[in-house]
């Protein structure tokens, strides 16, 4: 091996599978990686909204104070999470190719955003996507959820699951309820004809029972009707472990829809198991960084190098700096419903920027073509024509709510 590297990640699902496709790549190259679970302000204030919380950085800085104490060489991070004042100590050493930024719109059967019904409740962890839903169709209603990627996805199937069980439920009572009235007939005949033709019942009684075994009408677990074809118990060992888990669950608010970040659904493997519509970037643009990573070491330590030549993706470098450029020109931090998208195309780094009041009624934007060699000074010089259109009183309103 070429060395040993001490990765610090949160210890969340979505956080050890993006740090192990990190150490996935530095091994590749012969390094000996050694993942540190670390606990953050985020992680440890579980019922907040990453709005709420009051101040950036609050999934960062855990980990790169231990980069900065050297108890680890390195921290992996969302490029999302990552604060524009980067510690003076600290370096963003590399960033590795990022995926698809979009947001989806989730729901249980993949209904798109046009087709939600009016007063729809849809359910958002970002202040930017709650502005872009509403901005987009004001009739719906706006709701926060928390939780990581699984919990607000089981959140969002939880309430169907549980109509779903009670009905099966209620039909294997019925169904129970009705043999045992059958079996209550038979045992008052009196004459050997009736008590031949109660023999027959019961045996006609036994042959619908195993018919009905899918829905249970012997043991009192499924439906006598015909209704359903399998027993509750069936249908539970059916159900996908997404599925089991959100039967378990009981959220306060039921969610029609939910808007995320495509990449959390993909690399959680949750993707495929929910209806999703991609929305797009033009209308709903993404977050500043949304689907890169980031990797922080201390400035001139010796794995530097190492890091930036195991992982480091030029184009998505060009295109997170020009972002996280007009952000910081924006100074909206997380508080603030704003979305920034870069994409290099050429010679240009075509950029896209939305900032919204909180309740999406209001809007200043502007997509840019930035000269490839001089983007970061034209990114800065979008910013401030923003700014003096408008989204500067639109951050400093948000951050008065805030």
Known sequence: MSSQIRLATRGSDLALRQASEVADALEDRRHDVELVEVETEGDRVTDALVNELGKTGAFVRALDQEVMEGTVDAAVHSMKDVPTDVPED??????????????????????????????SVVGTASLRRGAQVQAHRPDLEVEPIRG????????????????????????????????AREQRRGDYSADVEAGVENIENERDGDERQSEDADAGSGNGSGSGS??????????????????????ERDPDTEYDALVMARVGLDRTGLLHHVGVEELPTNTHVPATGQAALCVTARRGS?????????????????????????????????????GVHALVQGDVVRTAVQVFSRDGSEQVGETRE????????????????LRERGAADLVEEARREA
Not at 228 to 241: G, I, K, R
Not at 370 to 385: H, Q
């Open 226 to 247: 015909g209704e359903f074809d399998q027993s509750v118990e069936e249908w539970f060992d059916s159900l996908t472990p997404l599925q089991q888990s959100a039967l």
């Open 370 to 385: 930035l000269d490839a060699d001089n983007y970061a000074a034209e990114a800065r010089e979008l910013a401030a024509d």
């Open 148 to 179: 990581n990627v699984d919990t607000r996805v089981e959140k969002l199937l939880a309430p169907e699951l549980h109509r779903e069980h009670e009905r099966r439920t209620e039909a294997a009572k019925e169904a129970q309820s009705e043999d």
């Open 90 to 119: 600290l370096v963003v050493a590399a960033v590795p190719h990022r995926e698809n930024p979009a947001d989806v719109l989730v729901t249980p059967d993949g209904t798109g955003l046009e087709d939600l019904p009016a007063g």
């Open 302 to 338: 010796d794995v530097v190098d190492d890091l930036r030549d195991a992982l480091e993706h030029v184009r998505t470098r060009v295109e997170v700096t020009a972002e996280r450029v007009v952000l910081e020109e924006l100074n909206g931090g997380c508080i603030a419903p704003i």
